[in-house]
């Protein structure tokens, strides 16, 4: 079955906007009603690791911005996936990803943005 949106973040937490405006669009999806799935994969990974202190950098903490779109769901949670080659190469496993973050394998990784109706990419 496909999605209305599928939302791929590649780039880790901090030092741009572009993570952080995947999980912006993300929340903006959800409030409007699409079917949402995100995929965390290349630095994108670091979004969902639990534990996050951006210190006094001025950067949101992401991870409990992601983590909080599973508690404020009124429909269905969206699915958030980590791709498993990006966990390995960051040597990080799904214990250190944020509750209701899956891990994927890269054939899954693809069906979902091949059946996906819009792609964003960040």
Known sequence: ???????????????????????????????????????????????ARVGQNAGATG?????????????????PAPQVLADEDALTRAGLTAEDLVSGVRVASPETVAELVATARHLIIF
Do not use: K, Q
């Open 1 to 47: 079955m496909s999605t209305d949106l599928c939302i791929l973040i590649r780039r880790p937490p901090y030092g741009s906007i572009c993570a952080a405006e995947g999980v912006r669009h993300l929340i903006g999806a959800m409030a409007n009603g699409l079917s949402v799935n995100v995929i965390l994969m290349d630095d994108g990974v670091w979004v």
């Open 59 to 75: 950067w949101t903490v992401l991870s409990e911005a992601l983590a909080n779109t599973f508690r404020l769901a009124d429909g």
